[in-house]
């Protein structure tokens, strides 16, 4: 053999063998690394899932939502709203809406089951226009109209019996 074969011979890698066997390693570690960010992920996934179920359970954490009458209430409240619900919504964080139903099931303040005498009452009917959906109980347009009235005549009260979505 020549010197310039010998020089080539030993410029050649050593063995292939070593090269793989990094690759190897290589890939091993990324494996592991990746096996545990999924482990922990899912281990923080599953104590959140956890957490946020004992709190509904409890009821530490309301959802913020304006409930519906249950089965039993329906047939003694006229309203189709859980009576008796004072809360923020919080659906849009930077605008937070109260809200209120009274005892009757309808949003607004509290008025007697019986109308007294003299009382003139307005029923508003329908949607989230009449609900109210994303103002407080003040804005709404029944609110409003009562506010109107009560200037002109007093005795009047408007009742918001709408649906919000």
């Known amino acids: 053999m020549s010197d310039v074969d010998r020089s080539a011979e030993l410029m050649r890698p050593a063995s292939s063998a070593v ?24 281990g923080l996934l599953a104590g959140l899932v956890v957490v946020e ?9 309301p959802t913020n939502g304006v409930n519906s009458v ?10 189709i709203l859980s009576p008796g619900q004072r809360l923020i919504d919080r659906s849009n964080p930077r ?26 009452r307005i029923l508003f009917t329908g949607d989230s226009f009449v609900y109210g959906d994303f103002v407080n109980d003040d804005q709404t347009l029944p609110a409003q109209l009562e506010q109107r009235l009560r200037g002109r005549c007093a005795g009047v009260r ?4 709408g649906l919000g979505d």
């Open 95 to 120: 605008l937070p809406l109260f809200v209120t139903t009274n005892s009757l099931g309808y949003r607004g303040g509290e008025l007697a089951a019986r109308k007294p005498p003299g009382e003139l």
């Open 53 to 61: 179920g004992l709190l509904r359970v409890l009821g530490a954490a």
């Open 19 to 42: 090269a793989p066997s990094l690759r190897d390693d290589g890939q091993e570690r990324v494996r592991q690394v990746l096996i545990r960010g999924i482990a922990v992920g899912a």
């Open 70 to 79: 249950t089965e039993k209430e329906f047939s003694s409240v006229p309203g």
């Open 158 to 161: 408007v009742v918001n019996a």
